[in-house]
């Protein structure tokens, strides 16, 4: 268990759709991070925040946006959903900003197929 | 800009046999940091090791170690004796020692079967 927590695990829903994907840093962690997994474009980075700020942006598309609470807690959402994001969504968390301070762990995932 | 290349796709290799996993890097910085996670069917990525780009000090822990040569910009891995439960994708990754880039960029994973 690596103690960073993604809820839900699966989700399944339609084309058009908004959906909230949820993260629970390792406790004390500050960074948060979200990749993408899909078949073609393997593992891509989304966005990064620290202690509630972004700190780090990548190819993450204007319909998807995320933030961090002021308890480190963060969320991805993904709105006007197509079948192309259909996708492992993993966060991860770090204690410092970057992740080559420290190890980045990983949670389960979470599953989403858009139908 | 960082690149992590992982040229093996698929290995199969049978029980008890030796396999190494290679990952070629590529980066402008001096000072970098290389990782390993392991994806079981299960789906999570698991942490294996992580090695700063100053540390070319090989790495050995229980059946597995690690073979870093900055000469070659290579970070192999190897299980020895591998095992069942050693069948999983491997990915490979790459971070810049920029604090403005943070991210780790992945290679393309290599699915590892183990047969009995």
Redesign the interface.
Known sequence: D?GVTQTPKHLITATGQRVTLRCSPRSGDL?V?W?QQSLDQ??Q?LI?YYNGEE??K?NILERFSAQQFPDLHSELNLSSLELGDSA?Y?C?SSFG????KT???????T?LTVV | AQKVTQAQTEISVVEKEDVTLDCVYETRDT???L?W?KQPP??????LI?R?SFDEQNEISGRYSWNFQKSTSSFNFTITASQVVDSAVY?C?L???S???????????ITLSVRP
């Open positions: 690596s960074s991070y990749y393997g593992l980075f990064q700190r780090a990548g492992l993993f991860a900003q970057g992740a080559f190890e980045a762990f990983f949670g389960q995932g599953r | 000072t970098y940091y990782f996670y299960s789906g999570e990525l698991v942490f992580r700063n990915f990754a971070s810049e020692g604090g403005a880039n943070s991210k780790l960029t992945f290679g393309k994973g």
